[in-house]
């Protein structure tokens, strides 16, 4: 079968960076092709090309066969190729129905607006993909992400596109949202829709791709029938060598608890939450979204202080009313969203890096550079920081440098626990083992960690206990090894049942 998009041997290179060199890449009618890669592979340079964002330097790009090139978003929109982005593009002042058509409205007769026609138009693609609950009147300001991103795909409806690109379209999605997606996803394809699909998680690429591509350092690495290959080959083609365990748990001497907490309520979602964290143990907290769980994790940081309840660090009976003085107890706490809450991305390595112990480096109110340059420099060796120096931009950092440069912050704190809500969400594999492995050296050295995941073969990978919550509540305890992906989910979902032998 011809491919609707065709690209062979293209290269795109900037100061300093060879993005791409010599890649290929195709996708046909009525298929699902996935791209995958590490951060820093190429994926984004090459969904930019294909929409247009970027000339390539070298190579070829043809549609239905014929040789084009795009000058703009606006050829690759008029070849029937649509993105939609990670980071969504739509006008939020503007009504569905309004982003929806934006740049190419229904006329009248006379040349004014069909507004009529354009809302009927907008709710009959809307009903096409079996979303009949979304008000094409409403302001987009006024949408969960999930009702956004669909608004994204209909807006490429109406421009008739052919090729979809989608670029981690899960990563902000609850999981009904995400089988929400899938279900359309699925429909563009019978519909005869190629979908490019890029993610980092391995159970989307196997639900829905026919075919997987993947990158590694801008090159070509080979593509895959999904169904021909697997999650550990897969691994091995984007980091050229083979991970034979994701999850590097050592062994660690648990020894006294660290963190106890008792009957702890932070309404309306916390419920009488009691659980202990004991030095050298990770704690693994599975749940739902909307379980309570990163809400408890505020609450213990003092994010959102408890309303009621007993917090204990070594024993001792403490108030935490802020995270100020979370903080000076010898807590610390990696956010779920990095981006917003664990760095600023306009600042340096260096600066970010101090911001948690500015108290002990500006003691007077002046900032001890050598000091501040000496902790950037030691987070950078110890956690493997790929920058080029202390003085990178962390936004220019990929996400799991990112999330290094976050624990390198907390880290020089000098904690005594280590909360981490979804401490890999959004990164690509080998940075998921390298972060695996931080936390379990960390563990092998006396601090105890809490961890948050919705992933469960990070969960059960890396804990040495798991508890699950449901509805603010602690529903399920197992020690590491008692519990499989199945015992958790139905504890998360279902009535508690009591395992064999579940830890007191």
Do not use: C
Request: hydrophobic share 45%; charged share 25%.
């Amino acid at each position: 079968m011809q491919p609707i998009l065709d690209l062979q041997d293209v290269s795109k290179s900037f100061p300093g960076v060879q993005a791409l060199a010599g890649v290929r890449f195709d996708v046909r009618p009525g298929e699902v092709h996935a791209l995958m890669g590490e951060n820093g592979a190429g994926k984004s340079t090459l969904i930019k090309i294909m929409s247009g964002v970027y000339e390539p330097d070298t190579g070829i790009m043809r549609v239905d066969g014929r040789e084009v090139r795009f000058t703009g978003p606006l050829d690759a929109q008029r070849a029937g190729i649509a993105t939609v982005h990670q980071e969504l593009q739509l006008f939020p002042e503007l009504t569905v129905a309004e982003n929806v058509f934006v740049g190419h409205a229904p006329r009248t007769a006379w040349g004014g607006i069909g507004w009529k026609a354009m809302r009927e138009r907008a709710a009959e693609i809307l009903a096409s993909l079996d979303i009949h609950d979304l008000d094409v009147t409403a302001p987009v300001s006024s949408l969960s992400v999930a009702n956004r991103q669909r608004v994204e795909i209909a807006k490429a409806l109406s421009l008739h596109a052919r090729v979809l690109v989608m670029d981690e379209p899960t990563a902000a999605l609850t999981e009904a949202d995400v089988e929400r997606l899938f279900g359309i996803v699925r429909k563009l394809r019978d519909r005869g829709v190629g979908v490019v699909y890029i993610s980092h998680r391995m159970a989307e690429i196997f639900a829905l791709a026919d075919r997987v591509t993947v990158l590694r350092d801008g090159r070509y690495v080979g593509t895959r029938p999904a169904a021909e290959t697997s999650e550990g080959e897969l691994i091995a083609m984007m980091v050229g060598r083979t991970i034979d365990q994701l999850f590097p748990k050592l062994e660690a001497r648990i020894g006294p608890p660290v963190l106890e907490v008792r009957d702890l309520v932070r309404a309306p979602v916390v419920k009488g939450v009691s659980l202990t964290v004991r030095t050298g143990e990770i704690v693994g907290l599975a749940g739902l979204i909307g379980s309570g769980r990163s809400e408890l994790a505020q609450a213990i940081f003092g994010i959102t202080p408890a309303d009621s309840g007993e917090i204990r660090l070594e024993g001792r009976p403490v108030r935490i009313g802020s995270a100020r003085e979370a903080k000076r107890h010898g807590i610390a706490y990696v956010p779920e969203d990095r981006g917003s809450q664990g760095i600023v991305r306009a600042m340096r390595i260096d600066q970010n890096v101090s911001m948690a112990v500015l108290d002990r480096i500006a003691p007077k109110g002046f900032v001890d550079r050598a000091a501040e340059a000496a902790l950037a420099r030691d987070a950078i060796a110890r956690f493997n920081i790929r920058a080029w120096g202390i003085r990178q931009l962390v936004g220019k950092l990929s996400g799991g440098n990112q999330q290094k440069v976050v624990l390198g912050k907390w880290l020089a704190t000098r904690p005594k626990l280590l909360i981490m809500d979804e401490p890999t969400r959004g990164i690509d594999v080998g940075a998921k083992a390298e972060i695996h492995k931080l936390m379990s050296e960390l563990a092998a050295q006396g601090l105890a960690i809490l961890m948050i995941s919705s992933e469960l073969p990070e969960v059960l990978g890396m804990s040495d206990r798991i508890l699950v919550m449901r509805e603010g509540r602690i529903v399920a305890e197992f020690v590491r090894g008692q519990a499989d992906q199945e015992t958790i989910a139905h504890a998360m979902m279902q009535v508690q049942r009591e395992p064999e032998g579940a830890a007191a």
